[in-house]
T-cell receptor, first 116, second 111 residues
Framework: GAVVSQHPSRVICKSGTSVKIECRSL??????MFWYRQFPKKSLMLMAT?????????EQGVEKDKFLINHASLTLSTLTVTSAHPEDSSFYIC????????????FGDGTRLSIL | RKEVEQDPGPFNVPEGATVAFNCTYS??????FFWYRQDCRKEPKLLMS???SGNEDGRFTAQLNRASQYISLLIRDSKLSDSATYLC????????????FGKGTLLTVNP
C-alpha cells in the first residue's frame, strides 16, 4: 500500500489562482520531504528539499516566493503554487524519506496541475 | 554534460526478449544508485538498488561500474507488464539522499 499520500491528484484552475498540494507520510515520520516537477517527456526535476521545522532549500532557478513550502510536522509538507500561470502546468510529485535508516525515497502519486 | 544520461529510446521489443538499459553519471561523488520505473502519468516506483557487486531480482539484473561511472539494467524474458519508462537515478553531490533522475528510457513490450 501507499506510504506517501499526495492530494489532490488533479487540479484544473484559472490563471492567477493559488494551488496548495499536500504530501503526507502515512506510516512513518519523514524529517525530509522533496518536491519534484516533471514536464511532459522530461526528467523529474527536484524543486526543493523540505525539512521539518526549518525553511525549505530550493534548487537553482526555482522561485521561493512562487513555490511556498511548509513542512509543519513530521508527516506533512505542503507546496503552494502562488498565482499560477499556464507555464506552471506540470506534474508535481512529492517524496519522503524515513527519519531513520538509509532507505530511498517513497513517492506520492503526484498531482497533475493544469492552469487555463 | 547532464548529470545522468540514459539511452534515449524508445525500445520496442517482443515478449520474451532480453533488453538492456544503459546509464552514465557525471558526478564521481555519487553514492547510491537506483533504477525506478514510471508508468505513464504515474509516480516513479523503485525497481531496485544497484550495487558494485551487481545484483539480481528475478528477471532483473543491475550492474554498476564506478570506474567508468556506468550503470546498467537487464531485463530477461520481458513481459507485457514491463512496458514503462525506466529511470536511472543517482544520489547527487555529497548528499546521500538527494536524487537526480535521468530522462528515462521508454520500453514497450509487444505481444
Amino acid at each position: 500500500g501507499a506510504v506517501v499520500s499526495q492530494h489532490p491528484s488533479r487540479v484544473i484552475c484559472k490563471s492567477g489562482t493559488s494551488v496548495k498540494i499536500e504530501c503526507r507520510s502515512l506510516d512513518f515520520q519523514a524529517t525530509t520531504m522533496f518536491w519534484y516537477r516533471q514536464f511532459p517527456k522530461k526528467s523529474l526535476m527536484l524543486m526543493a528539499t523540505s525539512n521539518e521545522g526549518s525553511k525549505a532549500t530550493y534548487e537553482q532557478g526555482v522561485e521561493k516566493d512562487k513555490f511556498l513550502i511548509n513542512h509543519a510536522s513530521l508527516t506533512l509538507s505542503t507546496l503552494t503554487v502562488t498565482s499560477a500561470h499556464p507555464e506552471d502546468s506540470s506534474f508535481y510529485i512529492c517524496s519522503a524519506r524515513r527519519r531513520v535508516g538509509n532507505q530511498p525515497q517513497h513517492f506520492g502519486d503526484g498531482t497533475r496541475l493544469s492552469i487555463l | 554534460r547532464k548529470e545522468v544520461e540514459q539511452d534515449p529510446g524508445p525500445f520496442n521489443v517482443p515478449e520474451g526478449a532480453t533488453v538492456a538499459f544503459n546509464c552514465t553519471y557525471s558526478n564521481s561523488a555519487s553514492q547510491s544508485f537506483f533504477w525506478y520505473r514510471q508508468d505513464c502519468r504515474k509516480e516513479p516506483k523503485l525497481l531496485m538498488s544497484v550495487y558494485s557487486s551487481g545484483n539480481e531480482d528475478g528477471r532483473f539484473t543491475a550492474q554498476l561500474n564506478r570506474a567508468s561511472q556506468y550503470i546498467s539494467l537487464l531485463i530477461r524474458d520481458s513481459k507485457l507488464s514491463d512496458s514503462a519508462t525506466y529511470l536511472c537515478v543517482v544520489t547527487s553531490g555529497g548528499s546521500n539522499y538527494k536524487l537526480t533522475f535521468g530522462k528515462g528510457t521508454l520500453l514497450t513490450v509487444n505481444p
